[in-house]
């Protein structure tokens, strides 16, 4: 079993790659797994524009803290931190989770990954979104440093990051990452994306 990292929240099982959930149809996860090698008869055109990660991809660019500022959104939970200096437009980290088909609307931790068309029978076809199915990642139970990523609405002016999809440079698994923005992230700072204004009228209408 991997040691996780400092901080790391008790409960949340800690991962170093995804793990594919029982909802994904085998055709769609050997797709996913390796999107160059695949035979699946899912149409992967979709797929040739997403990016390879970088080979290069330094790691160990973040830190857990619990937030101790009083004024935060998240007073009291943890957020991620650059532990270095790190350069504008690069790869931080992948966002890890239990890969999924499911609507998994109560989470706060899961992430749309990619939306593919079906050229097959499969029952798990998205109801608002015939003949696609939609791949989420799920990391309330098990994840990366990644999940500690806030929002960054009453935190600061813009967001600092930003989610992407890429390929593994090894495997050619889709996977979702987190990059900084245009401009350098200073040390210590928090690192901060947006959620969407999908993720926040869905928390809002659970509210009420």
């Not at 055709?27 to 390796?34: D, E, G, K, Q």
């Not at 290069?56 to 009291?76: M, R, Y």
């Not at 989420?136 to 967001?159: L, T």
Request: charge should be positive; hydrophobic fraction near 35%; aromatic fraction near 8%.
């Amino acid at each position: 079993m991997s040691k996780s990292p400092r901080n790391w929240p008790q409960g949340v099982q800690y991962l170093h790659s995804p793990v594919y959930h029982s909802s994904i149809p085998p055709s769609i996860v050997s797709l996913l797994r390796n999107s160059a090698a695949s035979s699946s008869s899912t149409s992967i055109s979709s797929l040739s524009s997403i990016p390879i990660a970088p080979s290069s991809h330094i790691p160990n660019q973040t830190t857990i803290q619990k937030i101790e500022l009083a004024s935060h959104p998240a007073h009291g939970q943890l957020g991620l931190f650059a532990s270095k200096k790190i350069p504008p437009n690069t790869m931080i980290i992948y966002y890890l989770g239990q890969v999924h088909a499911e609507q998994r609307t109560t989470s706060d931790y899961d992430l749309s990954l990619i939306r593919l068309p079906i050229q097959e029978n499969i029952s798990i076809a998205s109801i608002d979104d015939p003949g696609y199915i939609h791949i989420g990642i799920d990391a309330e139970f098990m994840g990366n440093e990644a999940r500690c990523i806030n929002d960054y609405r009453g935190i600061a002016q813009r967001p600092n990051a930003l989610f992407k999809e890429v390929k593994h440079p090894t495997t050619g698994q889709i996977r979702m990452s987190v990059w900084s923005g245009t401009k350098p992230i200073p040390k210590h700072e928090e690192i901060l994306v947006s959620y969407g204004k999908g993720w926040w009228k869905a928390r809002t209408t659970q509210d009420d």
